[in-house]
């Protein structure tokens, strides 16, 4: 056997390596979209240059809209759902990446359209995966994950146009994934946080990533038809939208700036022009899914290192698989605090 013809097929059988493992599976039954565990092969995943066995995987608000049918997140079923995963390279087809690699990925069509980290295995594009930075675990990076990865770029840009100084910065959804990660930078970087919240039992957590005032949700809400209110923050990280959001615009400070990424309490925003054109403020959109590479790479090294929360540890709860189904509920009815991950392979 000459040696092209050995190499060859020493690849392929390398390639063809097949693994069963096991992942959550959503059902499309007559309407209903039903959850289980099951076995499943790695030749069945989609085409793509890397295999990751995945460590750690975490539950994002979206998982819970793929999980439940949600048409606009995923279109067909049977799907394994996870936006994110963390985890090592079993086979690489890309010079990029190495068997044994620590590497991350999150966002993109993970999860949506493609088999997500909610199964021990996923296949992806070389381009979807990054490095695990020096400074993180998995674990930790999955703490961080999408929602943490998208507070990240939302400090990011609010920090561009708000200085510590400048004043307070109000966070909605404050013990949600976004926001507490939110929370934990904006401490980190030395500015003074307000929390808007709708659990009254958990301003002792809220008070341990840094928020040195806590409003209650229904407080934040009083009606108040008046196009513009008190000015009071110099800037906010909107979690939430609908008439959270309207209330923030109408209490910005001149040249405030408001981060928008989220949708828990409506897709609709009611407002005026009154604070763009009087105050000056600025409506920021965030956007992690198809955040570009180079600037994806760059700001979970921040995260890494010195935007790294001290208390990273304090923000999660740690589950299995078969509790990913209850989580999925708990964080429709808004009732997750902090990040929570997913524990893959023992
Ligand atoms: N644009 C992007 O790239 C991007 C990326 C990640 C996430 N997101 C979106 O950001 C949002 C938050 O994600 P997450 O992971 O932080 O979700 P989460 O962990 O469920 O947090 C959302 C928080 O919002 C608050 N909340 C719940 N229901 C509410 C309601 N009806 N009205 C007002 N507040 C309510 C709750 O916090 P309190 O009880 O403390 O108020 C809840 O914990 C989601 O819409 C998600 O899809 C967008």
Redesign the pocket.
């Known amino acids: 056997m000459s040696t092209s013809t050995f190499l060859f097929q020493s690849f392929e059988t390398f390639n063809m390596k097949n693994i069963q493992y096991k992942a959550l599976v959503v059902e499309e039954k007559v309407g209903d979209f039903l959850p289980n565990i099951q076995t499943l092969n790695t030749e069945n995943l989609p085409a793509g240059e890397i295999l990751i066995r995945v460590e750690y995987t975490s539950i994002?608000?979206?998982d819970a809209l793929s999980a439940t049918g949600n048409k606009g997140i995923t279109r067909n079923y049977p799907h394994t759902p996870g936006i994110d995963a963390a985890g090592t390279v079993e086979i690489s087809e890309s010079e990029l990446f190495h068997t044994g690699d620590e590497v991350i990925v999150t966002g993109y069509d993970l999860g949506m359209n493609t088999a997500g980290g909610f199964g021990q295995y996923i296949r992806v594009p070389a381009e979807w995966v990054i490095k695990l930075p020096l400074g993180l675990s998995l674990k930790e990076s999955m703490i961080i994950g999408?929602?943490g990865f998208?507070a990240g770029i939302s400090v990011l840009r609010l920090t561009e146009l708000v200085k510590p100084e400048d004043g307070k910065i109000i966070v909605?959804?404050?013990?949600?994934?976004?926001?507490s990660v939110a929370l934990a930078l904006l401490t980190k970087l030395g500015y003074h946080t307000v929390?808007?919240?709708?659990?009254e039992t958990?301003y002792d957590f809220l008070k341990s990533l840094g928020s040195s005032e806590i409003i209650p949700?229904e407080e934040f809400l009083l009606p108040d038809k008046r196009p513009m209110l008190s000015a009071q923050y110099a800037g906010a990280i909107d979690?939430?939208?609908?008439p959270?959001l309207e209330n923030i615009l109408k209490t910005l400070k001149p040249l405030g700036a408001v981060t928008t990424?989220?949708?828990?309490?409506s897709t609709k925003l009611n407002t005026t022009v009154f604070p763009f054109i009087l105050r000056g403020i600025t409506l920021i959109g965030?956007?992690?899914?198809n955040y570009p590479s180079v600037f994806r790479k760059n700001l979970w090294n921040k995260l890494a290192k010195e935007w790294k929360p001290d208390n990273l540890l304090e923000l999660y709860t740690e589950i299995k698989l078969d509790q990913v189904t209850d989580y999925i509920h708990l964080?429709l009815d808004?009732?997750?605090?902090g990040r929570t991950i997913v524990k893959m392979n023992e």
């Open positions: 994002n608000y979206k999408t929602a998208t909605s959804g404050a013990t949600g994934g976004v926001g929390a808007i919240t709708g659990k958990e949700r979690t939430v939208g609908g959270v990424c989220g949708s828990v309490s965030i956007s992690a899914q964080i808004g009732k997750l605090k």
